[in-house]
Each structure stands twice: as C-alpha cells, then as structure tokens.
C-alpha cells in the first residue's frame, strides 16, 4: 500500500502535530485559569445547570457523569499534562495505537469542556481545535509514513477555513467588495494588538491593498491547495504569510495560528527537504497496519459525508459563520468578519466605595487583561491565549441584549469580591474591601492620531457615552 504514506511528509506532521499540542496545552491551561468563575459551580452561567437541562446526545462528555469543579480541574489538568507531553514528542515514542489513543483523550476531553462552555466557549476556533484534533488521531507517528488521505483531510479544512472567511466577506458588507473594510478594522477588531495602531495609520491606498490581497488569499488561493506540486506549496505559503500578516495586526486566539500549522499539509516535504538545512527524516517509517488504514479510510468516508453541510452552507446566499452541524463539533463553518463595525465601543466596568451613586462622584475601573480600558495603555499581545470574558465585553458594547444574561451576575461577582472572578481581571481598583457600587459605562474609543500620540502619550481617545447598566449596589 504505498499509495497510503508520503515519506516526504514526515516534517509537515511533525510540524503540524507537535503545534496541535500546543495549542491544545493553551487551551486547557485556560480552562484551568476561567472555567470556574465563568461556568463552574458558582459560576456566572453555572454548568450544573446546563447539564441537567440537555441530554448526552446533545452536548457528549464526562460531565454528564456529574460536574464538580474538581473534576473540571481533573479533566483540564489531564489534558494540559497530556498536550504537554505530546509536544515533546510522547506520541512518536509509544505504539501507533497508543498515539492514537493519546490524541483520542485529548479531543474527547477538550470535547467534555466545550460541550459544557455555553456562550464562553461558543467561539469558531473551539471547534476548529476539535475538528483539527479528530483529524489528527489518524495522521499516525513516527512508526509509519504519513497517511496520504489523512493530509488531504486537514487540506480541505484549510481550505473550508480559507474559502468560508472569503466569501462571508464578499457576500456581507459591501466595504470588502468596495475594499474599504480595513480603514475600520484594525481600530474597531475586538482584540487590537500591539501594532495594531501603526496597521490603523497606514495609508488609505495601503488598506486598500491589504482587502483585495485578502480576496485573493481566501477565495482564489483555497484551490491552489489541491493542485500538483509545487502549485500546493505556494499555495500553502500564501496562506501562512496571510496569517502571519493578521497574527501581526490582532489578537484572534489560536485561529491563525491553527490555520497556518494546517496549511503545512499541502507543503511538499521533498521540496523544503530540497531548500531548507532541514535534518534527516527518522528511519522506521514502516507501512501502515490493515486495521490503521482501514479506521483512517472510515474516518475520511465519515468526514466526506458530514462535509455535506458545509459545502451546502458555503453555496448558500444566506451563508451562516462559525456554525457546528453536530455536537462533535466534526467538519465545521467557519468564517469572520461578515460585517466591520465603524465605530469601536467598550464598556467599562467601574466601582465606587460612595453610600449614594452620584454621577460626579468617584469613580474608579477595572482593569481587563486584553480589551482597552485605560487610553495610556498600549494593546497588549494575548494571542494565542484566549481570553474569553475579554472578548465577550466587545461583544456586550456592540449589542446590549447579548449580554443580560451574564453581565449583571459579573458586576454581583465583583461585588461581592469573588477572588476567582478577580483573577481574570488585571486590575481591582478595591483590593481592600469591594465596593459598595458598579456600574457599566459605555465608551466611544478610536485610536489617538499620530499628532495627539505625540502629545498625550495616550494610545486611545474615548468619549464617555452614559451609562450602559445602571449603578448596581451590594447585596452583601
């Protein structure tokens, strides 16, 4: 079965396998650090709850087994220690099947989490992590060549990821078709960077360049990935320059990151063997067992039949982003800024010790690890970490509705002083004692010019706009 493994590939899976683990280290190292004031017993949105209302076969994992937040750090805990091993090289050092195995645990637990997230985890690089993870189960290890049809499958989930980001924009705001998306975007992204200023200030005629490349990138460039070498590696290197170029300008979690670690599936290894003072490729690699090759052609049959869905999403007009067909979170949509938001709003959190709320009163904020807050405050790099509760307040700035369910029982959280939601924050103005009031203020932020940046020092300049909540007092 030669037709089965690449030889050449061996640098590509490596590559590829080794930043999955990462990326999944990251992700379980979150869930250690926000799971619990997010959704854990005591939560905000408390998962206990959510598990008694759905069923396995809706949202599968551990938890229906029972949540305590011990277990969730059981669970989380697991997977970081596994991840971490597999990046150093675990999964080549053991028998295929128990590779196999080390990488079914880590989708299957990351999968227990996810399923239990609700609105925290609700973001399109989850699935993404688990798409990517049920397909690697099956790229094999160092005992054996890469699989052929294992590689075509993370190629086409580059592609879905590429071509669905493509044509959400096409289809959705006319700025992408007039190719002005990007005199907006870099100011108003939820997570803005540390560059993100200088990206803002290019010249028009620049951003202009920056969205038709990205056309190109994301609705011509996808095909090139499937086409005979080298046409598929320079293809792949289109796709990994463009990610390294939004890497550069923002902060979108692990998405980019991901992205350009799978488009080295259609990278061809005897050609960067060819280019590149690369190391010899490991000797052993065997051909692959009957029962591997048999597991992987069903796992590629599952996966051209669940593809059903997203291919009909993306010839869809009405073309849905970042959507899961099954709670598997298996052959995904994907897709991002359909629409740009022309003016950046944030709410700030702000708290004062005063017996009554007055409007001239003293007022003081809290401090998010990522999103603006202070206007002296350079926009830190938090990519590839994802910081959750930082990206769902850019979200309750644009629509006030989407965060009733949970902001309210946030400001009750600081109020009461819950040193677990404190730890999300980077700075509590009360480190005393908490406060005897909140209220959530609404801002209008755009970036300093380079004139006033001069003259102020200041990154942002921002106009208060009234309050978006109410003052809301302690029931302690």
Known sequence: MEWFGDPDAWLSRLVIQRGLALIYLLAFLAALREFRPLAGERGITPAPLLLRRIRFRDAPGLFHLGYTDRRLTAVAGTGAALSAAVALGLADVVPLW????????????????????????AFGWESLLLEAGFVAVFLGNATIAPPVPTLYLLIWLVFR??????????????CWRRLTCLYYHHETQPMPGP???????????????????????????????????????????????????????????????????LAVAAVDGALAARHLPLPAPPGGQGEAP??????????????????????????????????????????????????????????????????????????????FHGKPGAVDRRPRQCAPF??????????????????????????????????????LLR???????????????????????????????????????????????STH
């Open 195 to 261: 560059l993100s200023w200088w990206f803002h200030h290019l010249p028009r005629p620049l951003h202009r360049v920056e969205a038709a490349a990205n056309h190109v990138a994301q609705l011509l460039v996808p095909f090139g990935l499937f086409a005979p070498q080298p046409v598929g590696s320079w293809a792949a290197a289109v796709v990994i320059v463009t990610q390294l170029w939004l890497i550069a300008s923002g902060n979108f979690a692990w998405l980019n990151w991901l992205t350009l670690l």
């Open 161 to 174: 990821i590429e071509l669905g980001a493509g044509l959400i924009k096409w289809r959705g705001d006319r």
């Open 386 to 423: 994802h910081l959750r509760l930082d990206w769902l307040m850019w979200f309750a700035a644009l629509t006030p509705g989407y965060a009733a369910p949970w902001l309210p029982r946030l400001i009750d959280r600081l109020l009461a002083g819950d040193a677990a939601t404190l730890r």
């Open 98 to 121: 128990t590779s196999m195995l080390l990488w079914t645990v880590l989708w299957a637990l990351y999968l227990s989490i996810v399923n239990i997230g609700q609105t925290w985890y």
């Open 427 to 473: 700075v509590n103005p009360f480190p005393d004692a908490p406060p005897t009031y909140i209220r959530a203020r609404l801002y209008r932020y755009r970036f300093t010019t380079p004139a006033e940046r001069r003259a102020t020092r200041a990154w942002w300049h921002r106009t208060d706009l009234g309050d978006h909540l109410p003052p809301r007092a």
């Open 290 to 367: 009957v029962w591997f090759v048999a597991l992987t052609g069903a796992a590629t049959a599952l996966i051209a039949v669940l593809s059903y869905w997203p291919v009909r999403n993306l010839l869809s007009p009405g073309q849905a982003m970042n959507r899961s067909f099954n709670s598997l979170h298996l052959v995904n949509t994907y897709g991002a800024f359909g629409t740009v938001t022309r003016q950046r709003y944030e709410v700030v959190l702000e708290g004062t010790t005063d017996r009554e709320p007055a409007e001239g009163g003293t007022w003081r904020a809290y401090e």
